[in-house]
């Protein structure tokens, strides 16, 4: 019998779980299907938020800006003068969230019993439990065993690799818009140090080695010449949640809980803030309170967010490769920096005052969702 059972070590579930650990006593068992902590990510995070959660754990490169890259080679670079996202080693990251937690790593959940408050493991086991935490990303174990994931979309598929001996501006993160290669979405790349990078591609539909392929032969070599080729990952990215996240005695964080920038498919921010506001619930839960109210709780700091990203990310299914060439020459005729990037900003109150309004509205879209790649 444990008082908390956190299905998925990643990001969400070991946040849960340490902030808990304090105050349960060893009564917070996780469970990972996986052996090993991490998965494939860019790790690309928003300084700001991050900074207040976790300081500087983790982090492995800064970034001050970004170049954006249109199919045809046209760039526009946005740069501010002080760091305003991190790069982070996930592993990193999860090996000191997870330290001194009961964890239990390759124990997947199969089966799940609420009235009964009994969770069924692969090794086997029969979990009983106060309150169970569905923490395990896109492949929303406790969401589907309760029957409330009814989203299958929209969703992002990726491919990343990671490359090294290759030469870059380790400030700067590219952005590369092309419908060919990542339709629906960027492909990228994000530098881990002077000479290494993550470089991938995501898109709306699922993506082929081939795709990753010819990203690296025809757009990266181009402008980095040659490196040297290291894992390859593939994942997919969950951008929209179940209607609820809460019941009497389960709560979904993370992912799982649809907690991700739907602009930028972003997750590890979200993931802090949530499961920071999920475990005060649990604690006053193990008080005799309720977790009932987490859900408004967490939707009152993020919702409106997500459900302008959403639309934002509607719109951006939309473009192709004659409107990223327009918007990549607009915005160098503006030269911006990424201060520019604010709604009360000249830029984007010259971007209102185009005479076409849809031109204008997808301009405006484009510069919210660049902020949101820019800052994490
Ligand atoms: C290619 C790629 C690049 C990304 N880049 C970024 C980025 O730059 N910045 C950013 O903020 N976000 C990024 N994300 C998104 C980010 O990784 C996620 O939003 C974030 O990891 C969500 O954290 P989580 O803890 O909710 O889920 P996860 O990190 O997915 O962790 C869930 C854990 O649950 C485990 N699990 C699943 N099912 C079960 C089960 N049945 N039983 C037990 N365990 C189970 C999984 O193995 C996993 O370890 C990226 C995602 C991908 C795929």
């Given at each position: 019998m444990v008082e908390v059972l956190v299905v998925g070590a990643g990001i969400a579930g070991l946040r849960l779980g340490s902030n808990l650990e304090r105050k349960a006593d060893g009564r917070v068992l996780i469970i990972e299907e996986d052996k090993y902590l991490g998965k494939c990510c860019a790790g690309l995070v928003g300084k700001e938020i991050y900074h207040s959660k976790l300081e500087e754990n983790g982090v492995i490169n800064k970034i001050k800006g970004s170049i954006v890259r249109s199919p045809s080679g046209s760039e526009v670079e946005i740069r501010s003068k002080k760091e305003v996202a991190y790069v982070i080693s996930r592993e990193e990251v999860l090996k000191s969230l997870s330290r001194g937690l009961d964890l239990s790593m390759?124990?997947?959940?199969i089966g799940l019993d609420l009235r009964k408050k009994e969770a069924i493991t692969s090794k086997e086991r029969r979990i009983e439990f106060d309150v169970i935490v569905g923490a395990s990303g896109g492949k929303c174990a406790v969401s589907r065993a309760l029957g409330v994931m009814k989203n299958e979309k929209p969703i992002l598929y990726c491919l990343q690799c990671e490359v090294e001996s290759i030469s870059l501006d380790k400030d700067l993160v590219e952005i590369y818009l092309n419908e060919k290669i990542s339709p629906g979405f960027i492909s990228y790349l994000v530098p881990t140090g002077a000479e290494r990078a993550r470089i991938g591609v995501c898109s709306n539909n699922p993506v082929s080695k081939n795709n990753l392929e010819k990203f690296l032969d025809e757009v990266v070599r181009k402008h980095h010449g040659s490196f040297q080729l290291k894992r390859i990952e593939g994942g997919f990215i969950r951008l929209k949640g179940p209607?609820?996240?809460?019941?009497v005695n389960f709560l979904l964080v993370g992912e799982e809980g649809g907690q991700v920038k739907p602009t930028t498919g972003g997750g590890i921010n979200y993931s802090l803030i949530c499961s920071d506001i999920a475990s005060q619930f649990i604690e006053r839960f193990l008080d005799?309170?309720?977790?009932?109210g987490y859900h408004s709780a967490w939707k009152k700091v993020l919702g409106r967010e997500i459900r302008f990203g959403l639309m934002v990310r509607r719109m951006m299914d939309f473009l192709g490769n004659r409107e990223y060439e327009l918007m990549v020459k607009i915005l160098s005729e503006f030269?911006?920096?990424?201060?520019?990037?604010?709604?009360?900003s000249h830029l984007y109150s010259t971007m209102r005052t185009i005479s076409n309004g849809r031109i204008s509205g997808i301009l405006r879209g484009f510069a919210f969702w660049l902020r949101d790649l820019l800052t994490g």
């Open positions: 390759g124990e997947r959940l209607e609820t996240t809460e019941g005799g309170g309720k977790l009932i030269s911006p920096s990424l201060d520019d990037f604010r709604f009360d």
